[in-house]
């Protein structure tokens, strides 16, 4: 079993950076590919970025492609999602799932295993 928790949401204004982090425990972090997802109120809960057990690869959604950037530090189980020009449209609860390694990264919800609870970010306008 592998406890998946997040850190680091916020309010934060149009244009404005954020870093959200994953903390992993329980389970042998370097086998697993890790992803965030994102629910906004009343919507379906989205692949926003992934990256491969080793690092080697990643992806990301067309909506934050060149804004976001996801890393991992498998020496501290960690991974990270720096946000930056943030917009309205990115307010949503933000969790981290993770999922065996397989190539390419899956944006499917149903390829990772465990969650965490989520942490709020919230951008206003």
């Known amino acids: 079993q592998v406890q998946l928790v997040e850190s680091g949401g916020g309010l934060v204004q149009t244009g404005n950076s954020l870093t959200v982090s994953c903390s992993a425990s329980?389970?042998?972090?370097?086998?697993?590919?890790m992803a965030w997802f994102r629910q906004a109120p009343g919507k379906e809960r989205e692949f926003v970025a992934g990256?491969?057990?080793?690092?080697?690869?990643?992806r990301y959604a067309d909506s934050v492609k060149g804004r976001f950037t996801i890393s991992r530090d498998n020496s501290k189980s960690t991974v990270s999602l720096q946000m930056n020009s943030l917009k309205p449209e990115d307010t949503a609860r933000y969790s981290c799932?993770?999922?065996?390694?397989?190539?390419?990264?899956?944006?499917?919800?149903?390829?990772?295993?465990?969650w965490g609870q989520g942490t709020q970010v919230t951008v206003s306008s």
């Open positions: 990256i491969t057990w080793g690092g080697g690869e990643t």
């Open positions: 329980g389970g042998t972090f370097n086998i697993y590919n």
């Open positions: 799932g993770a999922g065996r390694g397989k190539v390419p990264v899956s944006p499917l919800r149903g390829s990772y295993d465990y």
